[in-house]
């Protein structure tokens, strides 16, 4: 790890991404990993509205991922109901996904380091999310002011039992398998 930076993976800077081992490509501004513990909580009577206890009711784990410069057959790997074909992967059709189980057709994806321009070697810079499903929310301009950036809201979820990694919802660092 290079010298004065903080944590395990440093205080300022891109990653890159990798879906089921492949380089998805560039993003723009904002790739974010949000982890949020919510909790109920409990209550007496004779505590009035104030609680004695808070019982941990879940993790909700998700990723925000703008892509831009991104190849279509890219796109089509990561949209729900999407194929792609050509012999460059140069097309692609988009059909409802509605029934589709988003556990089921979650990836592996991972965050790593960027340092000095390049992804890091370093295996305490990176983040291994093990079942992510994409969501695209995609606003495309078609103008010549702004870019083109294809966003995508991530659900990460907990491995069920009896899978590798069973109840984790994703690993920072040494010890990523």
Known sequence: MTAGVQGPLGDIGPVQILVDGVDVGKTLDNVRHTHEATQAAVKEDQSGDDSVDDILIGQPTNLSIPLTRIQVSTIAS?????????TTGNSMTVRSATGQSAYANAVNVKFIRIVD???STDADDVVHFFKVYFRPNFDI????SDQRVYMNECRVYKVHEGEVHAGDIYRIGTGIS
């Open 117 to 119: 321009g390049i992804p």
């Open 78 to 86: 990561l949209l729900p109901g999407a194929a792609g074909s050509g």
């Open 141 to 144: 301009p078609y103008n010549v």
